[in-house]
């Protein structure tokens, strides 16, 4: 078992001379745009000597914290830190450096080194049977220069978090790509030329990304719940039927409503998907404003098995035309069946010319 307050970790941690780090360093260039490297330097640094970022999309949005054991118990829990820790336990070590900056701020890499400070207090308290007490002290980390331009930093974490092997969840990734676009001034083009994604998942992006904001400033709440319906307001802005209804401003308003509250009449965001049928069958939208999705769902799945009930009729009623057609003495024999028939003509044509006008309208 692991109990932190056996280690006192402010006489156990490690501390370097800062300009010492920096001047023993080679410096290693990262590509940011075609013809533009960043000289970053490749410093061994204290795992305790490192600053966890507040602003790592994984908990931007949380209580606002500058308290570093605070930070790093949120990065702890978030979905897959404990299997990065298994892997890093594994390994003995980091197969891809952290980024920082000058100041010793974890700019890429935030939940590795939460990893290594956990794994080092262990192998300090002799938890580790495998590895010696000072194991995990120290990690090599690729240091950017001071002058660093912002918008070269998102797009390296862009690269790795957005388009790259190590993607983040949506939401992150729509936060990035939003901050490229309106904090940098990047057009959306060239953000998708530069993360290599087609411009209409930025567009995606940046829309709900923007609509989720939106959302915030209206249904607002202290624990930033909010911006876990940017799930929402993506499978919103990925259905062009659903994003074109979406524009009308009252439209919008309409469906902030419906996923806002204790108890939403949308209530995840995967039921977004069965909108664009409900908001066309206006009992089924009428049922969706009062009772819910499960009831308005209920009307349209009703109302499909009628549809297919037809569809199953009609399909009968073509193989057996279709057999008469090939032995059409058997009319002539029965002239029930004759009259049957004609009767079956009449109304195929009624409700071909009645298809056939509707068309025409829905084109004009």
């Not at 192998?123 to 980390?141: H, I, K, P, R």
């Not at 008469?324 to 009624?350: C, H, M, Q």
Request: hydrophobic share 35%.
């Amino acid at each position: 078992m692991f109990f932190p307050d056996k280690v006192p970790l402010a006489s156990k941690r490690p501390v370097l001379d800062e300009n010492e780090i920096i001047a023993k360093a080679p410096i290693i260039e990262l590509e940011v745009t075609k013809g533009h490297k960043i000289p970053a330097r490749l410093v061994t640094v204290p795992v305790r000597q490192l600053r966890l970022s507040p602003n790592n999309p994984r908990i931007r949005h949380k209580p606002p914290s500058n308290d570093e054991t605070e930070i790093e118990d949120w990065l702890w829990r978030e979905e897959g830190t404990k299997s990065l820790y298994n892997e890093i336990k594994y390994s003995g070590g980091l197969s891809e450096k952290p980024i920082i900056d000058s100041n010793f701020m974890v700019v890429e890499g935030n939940r590795r080194v939460v990893c290594l400070r956990r794994l080092s207090d262990q192998a300090n308290n002799g938890e580790l049977l495998d590895y010696s007490e000072d194991a995990f002290q120290t990690v090599q980390c690729l240091m950017l220069p001071q002058d660093t331009d912002p918008k070269d930093v998102d797009l390296l974490v862009a690269r790795y978090h957005v388009s790259g092997k190590k993607e983040w969840a949506p939401l992150s990734q729509a936060e990035q790509i939003f901050d490229m676009v309106n904090k940098h001034n990047m057009p959306r083009g060239e953000v998708a030329s530069a993360l290599s994604l087609s411009s209409q998942r930025i567009a995606v992006m940046f829309d709900a990304f923007k609509a989720t904001l939106d959302y915030g400033s209206q249904f607002h709440d202290d624990e930033g719940k909010w911006i876990h319906k940017f799930s929402y307001f993506y499978e919103l802005f990925r259905r062009p039927q659903l994003k074109s209804w979406a524009m009308d401003g009252k439209n919008m308003v309409q469906f902030m409503e419906l996923i806002s509250g204790e108890k939403p009449r949308l209530s995840t965001g995967s039921q977004v998907r069965d909108l664009g049928t409900i908001i066309a069958d206006k009992k089924a939208f009428g049922l969706l404003l009062s009772d819910g999705f499960e009831r308005a769902h209920e009307v349209m799945k009703a109302k499909q098995s009628k549809i297919d009930r037809y569809s199953k009729t009609l399909e009968q009623a073509s193989e057996v035309l279709l057999e008469l057609t090939r032995n059409p003495a058997k009319l002539s024999k029965d002239p029930k069946k004759a009259r049957v028939l004609g009767a079956i003509k009449e109304r195929a044509e009624y409700l071909l010319s009645k298809n056939l006008s509707r068309s025409r309208r829905s084109k004009r």
